[in-house]
């Protein structure tokens, strides 16, 4: 067993989390990584509705006895979701643990509070961390630049940003962004880290609800596999390279805006990938340790494996190195 200051205050056997991801976290994957001991999180905006939510969490709980949590990620939008009615789902539903992204979570905070639900909130840079610290989050989950999905404008890897965020926070650090095996979560608790959260690992497991398609595409794929679109923008986001991705590059790189790529990148788009396995369909979400991922196990399996490696590094391998009187 590796015991962390976050599996102390989390209630977790391994200090292992699977973060929120849209289209993906839903409760059979959810379930299957709290029955393996590690946090996972149900997410929210995958359901179209905060009823829908409501319903999926208690399907969760028919499926484990194991805590869990549920991700709300905040972001702009031309109109956005009932955020505050999504947060009221999630706190009538009785979930302990909430993971937040995007925006900052200041506005909920008051009430997730009140609730006695802990916060893990999702940063990509340390500035933005300190802020989610003041605010009085109970964890920070930081994204390196490897990430899948948003890694910020600052274009820093987990390397460094992993061990920046430890120098200056106080609250449990999860470490995010190009990590998908035992090394990864060996390493990331030598950074500093009291915990790691893998997104494309958990999406290649039997259990994660995507199209067997995708998740060959995976195990094929190298760490040059992906894509940055909207860099222009300065709203950068790391997609699966395809057909649409590129277009969407090529559009934006010659002065285009969002209204010119506004089909090509709707989330419905990307949701029918995961679905009906048509790679060229749309966008889809992957990170660089993409490289690192060479099968498809059960998320027991992958767990399990993860964390009996990396007890062998650190009292094997790592403990071979240092040499008594030299």
Not at 96 to 101: D, G, I, K, L
């Amino acid at each position: 067993m590796i015991e962390t200051r976050f599996t102390r205050e989390f209630g977790v056997r391994h200090p292992i989390v699977q973060g929120g991801m849209q289209w993906v976290g839903r409760a059979g994957l959810v379930a299957a990584v709290a029955d393996a001991g590690a946090l996972g999180f149900i997410t929210a905006l995958t359901q179209p509705t905060p009823e829908d939510l409501v319903k999926e969490i208690a399907r969760c709980r028919e499926l484990t006895d194991q805590e869990f949590g549920v991700n709300l990620t905040i972001l702009p939008a031309i109109t956005p979701p009932p955020y505050a009615e999504y947060r009221d789902a999630i706190i009538e539903s009785g979930i302990r643990v909430v993971e937040t992204a995007g925006f900052s979570p200041k506005d909920h905070m008051p009430a997730f509070n009140a609730a006695g639900i802990k916060v893990i909130h999702k940063c990509t840079s340390v500035r933005h961390a300190l802020k989610a610290e003041s605010l009085g989050v109970h964890a920070v989950s930081i994204d390196g630049f490897e990430c899948a999905g948003h890694p910020g404008e600052d274009d820093v890897p987990g390397l460094i940003l992993i061990a920046a965020a430890a120098r200056r926070l106080t609250v449990p650090i999860v470490a995010s962004g190009g990590i998908a095996d035992a090394r990864g979560l060996v390493a990331a608790l030598a950074l500093g880290a009291d915990a790691v959260n893998m997104g494309t690992r958990f999406m290649c497991t039997v259990e994660a609800p995507v199209h067997e398609n995708v998740k060959r595409r995976i195990v094929e794929s190298t760490e040059l596999d992906t894509t940055l679109i909207f860099r222009t923008l300065r709203n950068t986001s790391r997609v699966a390279i395809n057909s649409v991705s590129n277009e969407v590059v090529e559009i934006l790189r010659a002065g285009g805006q969002f209204a010119d790529v506004r089909e090509l990148v709707a989330g419905v788009r990307g949701r029918e990938v995961y679905e009906t396995g048509e790679l060229e369909r749309g966008l889809w979400t992957v990170g660089q340790s993409q490289a690192l991922i060479d099968d498809i196990p059960t998320v027991a399996e992958l767990v399990s494996r993860m964390v009996a490696q990396a007890e062998e590094l650190i009292t094997a391998k790592l403990g071979t190195l240092v040499v008594a009187g030299r």
